[in-house]
């Protein structure tokens, strides 16, 4: 049941994020700004916590394939940056056990890191030319400003998720 609950609440986030990327870019006091999110990627790391490491990897693996074949620009760069951002998130809350100020602040780190991955590994390859100020000015801060607006909803959903499972135990 809980894996049930956290692939659909999986697939709204990710057909919410993709919502955030057809609106953007917004032009801003003349100034063409891009705020997108990383939800999904926000649940999973919080689901590494909250829900255990092996359900979040698994979700990171299927949602990381999802998002390469259905964006298609360039395959492996999702699955590849939400295994490592998993093992990360894993690592960071060994030090930092459950504080909430501590992990909003690792999980919107690892959102802005996530998306600086994006751009590092589409600038390498040449598909986008945007300078790298331009580009943490413009999209990156903005898009973590984004989802520090979210993250209170997503951390509701992670408990809650986690929630189902222990009940679940309970019951059985």
Do not use: C, W
């Amino acid at each position: 049941m809980q894996m049930i609950v956290i692939f659909i609440i999986g697939i709204i986030l990710m057909y919410t994020d993709m919502a955030f990327a057809t609106f953007s870019p917004m032009t801003v006091f003349g100034v063409e700004v891009y705020f997108v999110p990383k939800l999904l990627l926000m649940y999973i790391l919080l689901l590494t916590i909250y829900a255990g490491p092996r359900i979040s990897m698994f979700f990171a693996i299927l949602f990381g394939v999802m998002l390469d074949i259905y964006i298609g620009s360039l395959y492996g760069i999702h699955i590849f940056g939400f295994i490592a951002f998993v093992v990360f998130m894993q690592t960071a809350f060994r030090v930092f056990y459950r504080d909430f100020v501590a992990m909003a602040f690792v999980v919107l780190l690892n959102s802005f890191l996530f998306d600086f991955y994006q751009y590092a590994v589409y600038s390498v390859l040449d598909f986008i030319s945007m300078p790298v100020f331009d580009y943490v000015a413009l999209r990156a801060i903005p898009s973590v400003l984004v989802s520090a607006l979210f993250f209170v909803i997503l951390y509701v959903l992670a408990i809650q998720t986690a929630k189902v499972r222990k009940e679940l135990r309970r019951i059985n």
